[in-house]
């Protein structure tokens, strides 16, 4: 079964510390995204990725980092940075970004507390 | 103090009837649009996709409209289940960055389903 697993599903952590989210697809989709939501909002783009080695940081980067060193992985780090951390946050794929479906992940929670 | 989110638009439709659910899209440039389904707790599912060049696309259930004059998606879905609730989410293919950074995503309408 292709697709993207994301992990965990529900995370929890005290403010100031970072905590990394996992992303892997084994669609052989060369672009990734990263997607925040919050209760009642529509998905605000964090970074995105077109190739390995090679990422931009999308509407409100500011407070994460990511890395792409596979294709299959793009994980998201969330810093003691990030003002409001806590949401549901969104990774997906592409096959050719801007004319196909972005593939979606099933999601992490993460609670700040 | 506290935040209150915003409230989704809501459409309730009785078990059997069809739906519509509209999308007002931003950019005119835009020239590929996605519906997409999620259900509480999971990732958006696809649904289906239209082109500029067509106005009309039908899947199982499922007809989207598009007209690029008003800048308007509209997502048909014939004999609505109890499994239809959901958010559903339309997307257009042009961000600043010209659609290789992903797509823009409406706010969502929340349909619900009266059995």
């Known amino acids: 079964d292709g697709g993207i697993t994301q992990s965990p599903k529900y995370l929890f952590r005290k403010e100031g510390q970072n905590v990394t989210l996992s992303c892997e697809q084994n669609l052989n989709h060369d672009a990734m995204y990263w997607y925040r939501q919050d209760p009642g909002q529509g998905l605000r783009l964090i970074y995105y990725s077109q190739i390995v080695n090679d990422f931009q940081k999308g509407d409100i980067a500011e407070g994460y980092s990511v890395s792409r060193e596979k294709k299959e992985s793009f994980p998201l780090t969330v810093t003691s940075a990030q003002k409001n951390p806590t949401a549901f946050y969104l990774c997906a794929s592409s096959t050719t970004p801007g004319n196909s479906p972005l593939h979606f992940g099933n999601g992490t929670r993460l609670t700040v507390t | 103090g506290e935040s209150v989110g915003l409230h989704l638009p809501t459409l309730s439709v009785q078990e059997g009837d069809n739906s519509i659910i509209n999308c007002a899209y931003s950019n005119s440039a835009s020239d590929y649009f996605i519906w997409y389904k999620q259900e509480s707790g999971k990732g958006p599912q696809f649904i289906i996709d239209?082109?500029?060049?067509?106005d009309k696309r039908q899947g199982q259930r499922v007809t989207v409209l598009l007209n690029k004059t008003v800048k308007h998606l509209s997502l048909q879905i014939a004999a609505t289940q109890p499994g239809d609730s959901a958010v559903y989410f339309c997307?257009?293919?042009?961000?600043?960055?010209?659609?290789?950074?992903?797509?823009?995503f409406g706010k969502g309408t929340h349909l619900i389903i009266q059995p």
């Open positions: 239209i082109r500029s060049n067509m």
């Open positions: 997307a257009e293919n042009i961000r600043s960055g010209g659609g290789a950074d992903g797509l823009t």
